[in-house]
Structures are given as structure tokens and as C-alpha cells.
């Protein structure tokens, strides 16, 4: 699912537990995480909850191309990290540094109905898939 379906789904659902309900779904679709990737070298630090992350770096005429897969032990985290995979996974790592996430959550209306804790968590990941971008641009 693409963000901008996601975005349209998220905009026509009126009530928050609606919304959650779709989050979790999101979740729910993930594609199954490797057991062998859940290790404290993919674990996201900074997340209240047990979250994992792995990216795949191809080299392209684009310069480096990241995809990424990633799991949670809860499930609207896991629905947040759908989100996080839509918005950056499968770009060129110069464009994963250029994405505004704020922007995205903002519009759906998500960040204020996040917990602070969710709300670290969420910026714990966006700077891993970052700092995993820089690292792939650096490499090149």
C-alpha cells in the first residue's frame, strides 16, 4: 500500500478508534520479520517497545536505493512502522534524508493522538532509517 492510499484511507475515517483500528490492520499486513534479523543489532534503541529494523541497500543509477522490513512486539507500533515502511522504504537514500515524516503524521492527524513514549519510539526510527541512509550515501 502506498502512502498516499494510506493518507486517503486515514482521511476518511472519522472517529480515532477507527483510525486505530486501521493502524493496527496496517500492522497486522506486514510481511513476516526473519527470526534470525531479531538481534540487538537491528533492535531500534530508544523505543519503550521491542522494535526491529533492517535495511537493504541496492546501488542504482540513483545512487544507493534502501527497502526495509521491520516488527514489533506491539501491534500499533507495528501499524506506526507500515506507515515509516510505505513513506521511505524502496527510495534513494538522497531522498529518504529529504522526506518531512512530521508532515505525513500531521496530516492524518496521528502525532497528537500518539503517547509521548510512541512519539520517541517513532522518532527513534525515523532517524535509524536516516542514519541507515547517510551510511549507504557515505559508502558510495
Same mark, same amino acid.
Given at each position: 500500500?502506498?502512502?498516499?492510499?494510506?493518507?486517503?484511507?486515514?482521511?476518511?475515517?472519522?472517529?480515532?478508534?477507527?483510525?486505530?483500528?486501521?493502524?493496527?490492520?496496517?500492522?497486522? !499486513?506486514?510481511?513476516?520479520?526473519?527470526?534470525?534479523?531479531?538481534?540487538?543489532?537491528? !533492535?531500534?534503541?530508544?523505543?519503550?517497545?521491542?522494535?526491529?529494523?533492517?535495511? $537493504?541497500?541496492?546501488?542504482?543509477?540513483?545512487?544507493?536505493?534502501?527497502?526495509?522490513?521491520?516488527?514489533?512486539?506491539?501491534?500499533?507500533?507495528?501499524?506506526?512502522?507500515?506507515?515509516?515502511?510505505?513513506?521511505?522504504?524502496?527510495?534513494?537514500?538522497?531522498?529518504?534524508?529529504?522526506?518531512?515524516?512530521?508532515?505525513?503524521? $500531521?496530516?492524518?492527524?496521528?502525532?497528537?493522538?500518539?503517547?509521548?513514549?510512541?512519539? $520517541?519510539?517513532?522518532?527513534?526510527?525515523?532517524?535509524?532509517?536516516?542514519?541507515?541512509?547517510?551510511?549507504?550515501?557515505?559508502?558510495?
Amino acid at each position: 500500500m502506498s502512502i498516499d492510499d494510506i493518507i486517503d484511507d486515514f482521511e476518511l475515517l472519522d472517529s480515532w478508534d477507527d483510525r486505530y483500528r486501521f493502524l493496527i490492520e496496517l500492522g497486522r !499486513k506486514l510481511p513476516p520479520f526473519p527470526e534470525d534479523e531479531r538481534s540487538e543489532a537491528t !533492535k531500534v534503541q530508544g523505543c519503550a517497545s521491542q522494535v526491529w529494523l533492517v535495511s $537493504n541497500m541496492a546501488e542504482t543509477a540513483d545512487g544507493p536505493r534502501l527497502s526495509f522490513v521491520g516488527d514489533s512486539d506491539a501491534h500499533i507500533v507495528r501499524g506506526l512502522i507500515a506507515i515509516l515502511l510505505a513513506l521511505y522504504s524502496g527510495k534513494p537514500a538522497r531522498d529518504i534524508l529529504a522526506i518531512d515524516p512530521a508532515a505525513v503524521f $500531521n496530516r492524518i492527524g496521528l502525532r497528537e493522538h500518539l503517547t509521548p513514549q510512541r512519539s $520517541n519510539g517513532l522518532r527513534s526510527m525515523v532517524e535509524r532509517i536516516r542514519a541507515d541512509a547517510r551510511g549507504a550515501l557515505a559508502a558510495v
